[in-house]
């Protein structure tokens, strides 16, 4: 690490090799800067609408589900002792088709009110706080108008006691329908990917083009890579960022997403298998413009989707799996976060009533590509935990960039509690309902320990996304030293499947339960 000016080490994405100019790394944003690409910024802004007509769609028709389903539910928890018969019984006695055509009755009048309160008007919502505001409103509105079915109730089951149960479930519901909404449609991280050239020849300057065509809007060029002494036009040599031998390090410090090799195939076999073994390595996808070169840790096949032919050298999981894995990480990561929302309560007063400071602790940990992202934990220290760290880095029980104490003088008693069972975590499935986490994968790390990496093949870490739980998770967590810890999820990242995630999601619970290795 090379310390700045003011004394504080270097970030890896401010950190440079030299005195090279890959430090002024300024991204183009190819098919988006010219006039003559007026048509793209259209496009994405057409996109947009599109993802926000889709998200209003599925949180009108949710909404309404959600609000029959909870006044169902709300009547039938409120009658729970009223079944002396069996449920079968009770349920025969009072699903008649009168009961069946007030419910449907009630979702229609839910959708008028949450069209009035401007619930599905994305103009009318200014923030997600304000959204939140308009959800409780409506589901107050409709709870009130609720209080009729008492009315003609003739066996006076529909109370309430049931009218407040729906308007609990209810809010929680449509907030979390919103939250996982908001996941499915959002863009996908790879709709812009930052792109690395290595070389400076033709075959980089047409490749280049090709980026800059209207097919090719999905791209921000970062710049080109290139051994020294060979001659390149102008328009190259102003975006060369630096030669072969510090691209290593500028994938260590830069968040790139990949890295397109457009060196000749003949004369420069040895320089382009060089380039993919740095890659995978780094843990960045390559794709080169030939498929007669090895590449160790998968198969390449050729991509159609792209306004160039290539052939991908890849270094992590990339196939429909992900979706199912995605998919898995809403349902499961939404119903836990429901389930947990009574302990994550009495957590939170606890907190509060021990303690001052903030309740929530969000730290910026390093994610997908090393791009940075807010980590949420329910806060376990003091509320000057972070600037205290700086006194008691000699008193690091860790070997390696990270840092470990087992009696931690920051901690509250409530926070050694929380954590050695890991409720501390939990605010994390708001991370995964968000996409910037899964259930399961490498923990993120925070901007300390990554600025302390020296070995490159540590960034293959961020090739995938961070998880809750992983191998190391269950498989000694603390008591593990860094090295093992670091080749666990090596491992996980090369023998990634479904099966492999649902048994550490298996394995998690004892684990958990147990407490061991907890710090």
Not at 87 to 116: D, Q, Y
Not at 143 to 156: H, V, W, Y
Not at 333 to 362: E, H, N, Y
Not at 434 to 447: A, D, K, Y
Request: net charge positive; aromatic share 8%; proline share 6%.
């Amino acid at each position: 690490m090379t310390p700045t000016s003011t004394g504080k080490a270097e970030t890896p994405a401010q950190a440079t090799d030299g005195g090279q100019r890959m430090a002024a790394i300024r991204p183009l944003r190819v098919g988006a800067r010219s006039p003559a690409n007026t048509s793209t910024v259209a496009a994405l802004s057409r996109a947009d609408r599109r993802r926000a007509h889709r998200f209003m769609r599925i949180v009108r028709v949710g909404d309404a589900a959600l609000a029959a389903l909870f006044l169902v539910a709300g009547f039938l928890a409120s009658n729970i002792a009223r079944v002396p018969s069996g449920w079968r019984a009770f349920l025969e006695m009072r699903l008649t088709v009168k009961n069946l055509l007030l419910v449907l009755a009630f979702a229609g009048t839910w959708r008028l009110i949450g069209s009035l309160v401007g619930l599905y008007n994305s103009r009318e919502i200014r923030s997600r706080r304000d959204e939140g505001a308009r959800v409780a409103l409506a589901v107050s509105i409709t709870s009130a108008a609720a209080f009729i079915f008492p009315l003609i109730s003739e066996t006076r089951a529909f109370g309430p006691i049931a009218i407040l149960y729906y308007w609990c479930g209810s809010v929680a519901g449509m907030l979390l329908l919103r939250a996982c909404a908001m996941a499915v449609v959002k863009p996908l991280p790879s709709a812009v990917q930052d792109v690395l050239i290595v070389g400076s020849g033709p075959r980089a300057k047409k490749l280049f083009g090709e980026l800059s065509g209207g097919d090719a809007t999905g791209y921000r060029f970062l710049g080109f890579v290139d051994s020294p002494g060979t001659e390149v036009a102008p328009e190259v040599q102003t975006r060369l960022l630096g030669d072969l031998d510090g691209l290593e390090q500028l994938l260590m410090r830069q968040v790139v997403d990949q890295v397109l090799i457009a060196l000749p195939a003949r004369s420069r076999y040895a320089e382009i298998q060089r380039a993919i073994d740095i890659c995978e390595q780094g843990g960045v996808p390559a794709k080169y413009l030939a498929d007669v070169f090895q590449h160790r840790t998968s198969g390449g096949r050729w991509l159609e989707r792209d306004p160039f032919t290539a052939v991908p050298a890849g270094v992590a999981p990339d196939d429909p799996r992900l979706i199912l894995k995605r998919c898995i990480d809403l349902t499961l990561g939404g119903m836990a976060l429901v389930a947990t929302l009574p302990i994550l309560v009495l957590s939170v007063v606890a907190i509060k009533l021990t303690s001052p400071g903030p309740l929530i602790f969000a730290q910026e940990r390093y994610g997908l590509n090393k791009r940075r992202f807010k980590m949420y934990k329910l806060r376990t220290m003091v509320a000057d935990a972070e600037d205290r760290q700086a006194v008691l880095e000699d008193l690091n029980e860790a070997a390696g960039p990270v840092f470990k104490m087992k009696s931690d003088p920051r901690l509250t008693w409530v926070g050694r509690w929380l954590r050695r069972t890991s409720i501390d975590e939990l605010p994390q499935l708001m991370n995964v309902l968000r996409g910037e986490m899964s259930l399961v994968g490498p923990r993120p790390l925070p901007v300390r320990d990554v600025s302390r990496f020296s070995e490159p093949s540590l960034m293959r870490r961020f090739s995938v996304y961070p998880g809750i739980t992983g191998l190391w998770q269950v498989s000694g967590r603390s008591e593990l030293p860094f090295e093992q810890w670091t080749e666990l999820d090596l491992h996980y990242i090369d023998n990634w499947s479904l099966t492999l995630d649902l048994r550490i999601l298996c394995q998690t619970v004892p684990a958990v339960l147990g407490g061991t290795g907890a710090v």
